[in-house]
């Protein structure tokens, strides 16, 4: 289908970022008690925000997750963005001679998302920002922020293509009724992903941006 609309993700799809969150994330919760592997990471929390993140996280503690925790993970990822922080490979050679609308909906907050797309030298290029941090109460895998970049955007949410790289992301956008591609070119990509991808519901699965341009032309 030729869109009206692209939607991307920004973590994973954007960013090659998750393999970098998931890793600092992992590090935090066992310096307060919580054993946790990168692996454990990316398969509990990735795609998520962390006001959704956290009830889980207190699930698995028995109990309330210290007020650093945020804190920490946020500053760590920041100040090892500037060594470790790259695009996701392909992504600029996409965005070439592309006319079609595009934005960003993300769960991570908009000062996370800036700060990559200034290193990778997309500022505006991305279209606008939508967090699921600031713009909607219920985010991924509800399907309400990618509803709300839809109408923000003037587009029908049926013409609406989703570049999604978590099942959590990849539920959203089957609920909102917009054609979802799984992309599985990031760092983070382990054995079995595109499978839970498609588990999820992903109506196609790319494993590079070259395949995502042929699958929506």
Known sequence: MKPDLIIFDYDGVVADSEL???????????????????????ATYMGKRWLD?????????????????????????????????????????????????????????PDWIELGLARFGLTGAMGPVFSAAVHVTRGKPHPDLFLHAAAE??????????????????????????????????????DGHAERLTKAGAHDIALSWDEVARLIG
């Open 20 to 42: 970098l969150n998931n890793t600092v994330l992992a590090e935090v919760l066992t310096g307060i008690g919580l054993a946790t592997t990168t692996d454990d990471a990316i």
């Open 53 to 109: 993140c956290r009830p889980l996280i207190e699930e698995r503690l028995g109990g309330a997750c210290p007020d650093h925790v945020h804190a920490d993970w946020t500053r760590l990822c920041h100040e090892r963005a500037g060594s470790g922080l790259t695009a996701v490979p392909g992504l600029a050679a996409f965005l070439e001679g592309r006319g079609e609308p595009r934005c960003i909906a993300s769960s991570s907050p």
């Open 153 to 190: 955007m003037k587009a029908d949410p049926a013409r609406t293509v989703v570049i999604e790289d978590s099942a959590t992301g990849v539920l959203a956008g089957v609920a909102a009724g917009m054609q979802v591609v799984g992309l599985c070119a990031g760092g983070h990509v382990r």
